[in-house]
């Protein structure tokens, strides 16, 4: 069984910045790909940024330049730096992995909430 345990979230201003932590545990073998997702309430969940095993990363259009993915391998956590934040990027954020190589996202985090006040 997989963990996945966020951090970072909270209230900012617009044009500030927050960075967002996702920790790994459990029984991994191999992890395919991280990924952060995003949801407002009514919505459906989004794709924000997720980068491979290989190191190849995507972004959304509506955060490219402003949000930046990393991880850790060896610690098994993955990073989103969010700057220059704007009030439409308020949301729930989700953590996600692959670990079974099917090309989705087979864990997911219990979401961390994003404020961003105008």
């Known amino acids: 069984q997989v963990q996945l345990v966020e951090s970072g979230g909270g209230l900012v201003q617009a044009g500030g910045s927050l960075r967002l932590s996702c920790a790994a545990s459990?029984?991994?073998?191999?992890?395919?790909?991280m990924g952060w997702y995003r949801q407002v309430a009514g919505k459906q969940r989004e794709l924000v940024a997720d980068?491979?095993?290989?190191?190849?990363?995507n972004y959304a259009d509506s955060v490219k330049g402003r949000f930046t993915i990393s991880r850790d391998n060896a610690k098994k956590i993955v990073y989103l730096q969010m700057n220059s934040l704007k009030p439409e990027d308020t949301a729930v954020y989700y953590c996600?992995?692959?670990?079974?190589?099917?090309?989705?996202?087979?864990?997911w985090g219990q979401g961390t909430q994003v404020t961003v006040s105008s």
């Open positions: 459990g029984s991994i073998f191999v992890i395919y790909a």
């Open positions: 996600a992995l692959e670990t079974r190589g099917a090309g989705e996202y087979d864990s």
């Open positions: 980068i491979t095993g290989g190191g190849r990363i």
